[in-house]
């Protein structure tokens, strides 16, 4: 019986391992390599209006390539999701502004937002399933 219960665990994380998608976030238009990268995903309008993201993730500037850097993630699961991304230039973990005017870059999944007022959730969702996707962020400084 022991050895049943054994096999049946081992069977089901090999599928959850080989079903496991990647999501791959492409980053471009980064300026410098001063301070890091801080990738908020959000999973509602809810999440993102209270800056509350499910999961966060901090990408250091040290592969950036012509303003350009590419991460992947096998952690995510499935779901719908909005990234928001921050280039934290002086480390300190927040969006840094001047007269209301953000004084840092910023992005979205694949959305370059053109207005000063924050986008809504649905504008930059998608969906992650058992396929692996891939998202484009273009950084944007004011």
Not at 34 to 49: D, H, P, V
Not at 69 to 98: C, F, H, Q, R, T
Not at 114 to 128: A, M, T, V
């Amino acid at each position: 019986m022991r050895i049943a219960f054994l096999n049946i665990l081992i069977f089901m994380l090999f599928v959850n391992i080989t079903n496991a998608q990647t999501l791959t976030v492409k980053i471009s238009g980064i300026k410098n390599t001063k301070g890091k990268i801080k990738l908020a995903i959000f999973t509602s309008e809810n999440e993102f209006k209270n800056e509350t993201p499910r999961f966060e993730k901090i990408i250091t500037k040290n592969n950036i390539v012509n303003g350009c850097i590419s991460v992947s993630y096998n952690d995510i699961p499935k779901g719908k999701y909005g990234i928001a991304i921050l280039d934290d230039e002086n480390n300190n973990g927040i969006m840094d502004y001047s007269f209301f005017i953000p004084t840092e870059g910023f992005g979205f999944s694949d959305y370059f937002h053109s207005g000063l007022c924050k986008p809504k959730f649905e504008d930059f969702s998608f969906s992650l399933g058992n396929e692996d996707k891939t998202i484009k962020i273009v950084l944007k400084y004011m």
